[in-house]
């Protein structure tokens, strides 16, 4: 089974660069996140969709922008990148919206320079 | 927002020995209380989950005590192994339906 598939990897970004993370997941879940980790920081949520077709914008969600394009796919972009955004981005779904367990990806390393 | 403090933030433990992690919380409205465990590389995945109306919740080596009323919650980690060294993230739901997780621990369990 491969729950909670992200792309790519690893990503390194020039400012003012754009570029999208993508994330698919075979699980039929409804929910679908995507966060943020930084040293010291913990996990910060950028933006999650409750279902398809919806999306809200989570702690911080500055500079960035999400597609729910269907039930398994929901991805990230980052339309004008600023070293403030270099991360590990981790992707989340869950069957329904944060009373249950979330399944992570193995994240999504970038470095903007 | 919710506010969601995790002490502390590294633990050295011997293997054998127990290990305690705490988290506090603000939102008196919370009633989920999962704990994550994240090895090298890899994303957080679930290790146990407490919800409100319970107090404590055990599976077997893990256990997870809350108090409510303190708004307070606790992971214990007992017999612990070097496979345990991990990072370790509590969560907590706020009355707006998001989980809002801790600043995560660092657990080293030396053999």
């Not at chain 1, 040293?39 to 729910?68: H, Q």
């Not at chain 1, 009373?99 to 970038?110: A, V």
């Not at chain 2, 997870?64 to 307070?72: E, R």
Request: proline content about 4%; glycine content about 8%.
């Amino acid at each position: 089974n491969a729950g909670v598939t992200q792309t790519p990897k690893f990503q390194v970004l020039k400012t003012g660069q754009s570029m999208t993370l993508q994330c698919a997941q075979d699980m039929n879940h409804n929910s679908m996140y995507w966060y943020r980790q930084d040293p010291g920081m913990g996990l910060r949520l950028i933006y999650y969709s409750a279902s398809e077709g919806t999306t809200d914008k989570g702690e911080v969600p500055n500079g960035y922008n999400v597609s729910r394009l269907n039930k398994r796919e929901f991805s990230l972009r980052l339309e004008s990148a600023a070293p403030s955004q270099t991360s590990v981005y981790f992707c989340a779904s869950s069957t329904q919206l944060n009373t249950g367990e979330l399944f992570f990806g193995e994240g999504s390393r970038l470095t903007v320079l | 927002g919710e506010n969601v403090e995790q002490h502390p933030s590294t633990l050295s433990v011997q293997e054998g020995d127990s290990a305690v992690i705490k988290c506090t919380y603000s939102d008196s409205a919370s009633n989920y209380f999962p704990w994550y465990k994240q090895e090298l590389g890899k994303g957080p995945q679930l290790i146990i989950d407490i919800r409100s109306n319970v107090g404590e919740k055990k599976d077997q080596r893990i256990a997870v005590t809350l108090n409510k009323t303190a708004k307070h919650f606790s992971l214990h980690i007992t017999e612990t192994q070097p496979e345990d060294s991990a990072v370790y993230f509590c969560a907590v739901n706020t009355g707006f339906q998001k989980l809002v997780f801790g600043t995560g621990t660092r657990l080293l369990v030396s053999p």
